[in-house]
């Protein structure tokens, strides 16, 4: 499929769906001319101006359909973020409560819309064009640990959409966590939340908790170190060859000591770092090989944040 004609089948395929909405954007437009894709939106009353942005994609080039798809995968999920997500409500939050509450409602709040947008039947095959993306995104990257609290909003995300009904080529990991209970109460509200200020409030209650085991794993690494400094004190009387087996402990207990508190920084809370719920190094890399080597190359890319200009967050 030649790049002139992905152009054109995504453009119309959009406009199709800008159709079957009745109308609620005032006027639609796109633009291939940036780094990354993304959807600029401004409101004027009750109208809405939607500007879809893409990467240049060259027309003389061969693009695969799945790439195609992934395309309109990647606007219809942002589209669905401008119908369905209240911004206001959602940036209230993250500014309350910081990053990692802000990447915690992206992860609960992305199924949730998709939902919405398969349930609007704005575009009646956007299910299949979703589970296509967030497989696509999985099998080139993998998924996350599921011992690992900065990529816990990944995991919700996928998850959720799990429950959404999606075949996704990994199983569930939540059992595997040690805050499985905590991750399948929030996926569970998540499920049935009808707004994004429900999600916004399961996000913070799930912070909470996580924030309570911690503290409580802290407490028992506290108490271990205390009583493993106790049983070397008392190991260090009992000669020189206890003395030794004593310096061997206290080596194992600095190392374990040192990787505490490296695990403990690396989870810290409110980071905000950790495996990125939306894909946007994947959509470059999809789209590398396929856009205009010019020198639009350094073409600056579009300021992205909510609520006037979004970047593309599938997952």
Known sequence: MKGINVRRGVESTLERVFNNTGRKFDTLRFSWSGTTAGVCTTRVGEAINANIVFPGIDESKDIPMSLFNELIGYALHELGHVWFTDEETWNVARDHHGDFVNSLINGLEDPRIEQEVINSRY?????????????????????????????????????????????????????????????????????????????????????????????????????????????????????????????????????????????????????GKGREVEPSSFIQDRLSEHQIKSDLGNYPRPNVGKPRVREIEFI
Not at 173 to 194: C, F, G, M, N, Y
Not at 224 to 246: E, H, R, S, V
């Open 123 to 271: 575009a009646p095959n956007s299910a299949v064009l979703f589970e296509n993306l967030v497989n696509a995104v999985l099998t080139k990257d993998g998924y996350v640990q599921p011992d690992d609290l900065q990529n816990v909003p990944f995991l919700l995300a996928i998850e959720g959409r799990r429950l959404n009904g999606y075949k996704l080529v990994f199983d569930s990991i939540v059992d595997q966590s040690p805050w499985a209970s905590d991750l399948h109460w929030a996926l569970t509200e998540a499920h049935r939340a009808k707004s994004t200020r429900e999600i916004v409030g399961i996000a913070i209650e799930l912070n909470k908790r996580l924030q309570s085991q911690q503290d409580q794993q802290k407490d028992q690494q506290k108490n271990q170190q205390k009583d493993q400094n106790q049983d070397q004190q008392a190991g260090q009387q009992d000669g020189q060859q206890q003395g030794q087996q004593a310096g061997d402990q206290a080596g194992q207990q600095s190392d374990q000591k040192s990787k505490q508190k490296n695990d403990q920084k690396a989870g810290k809370r409110g980071s």
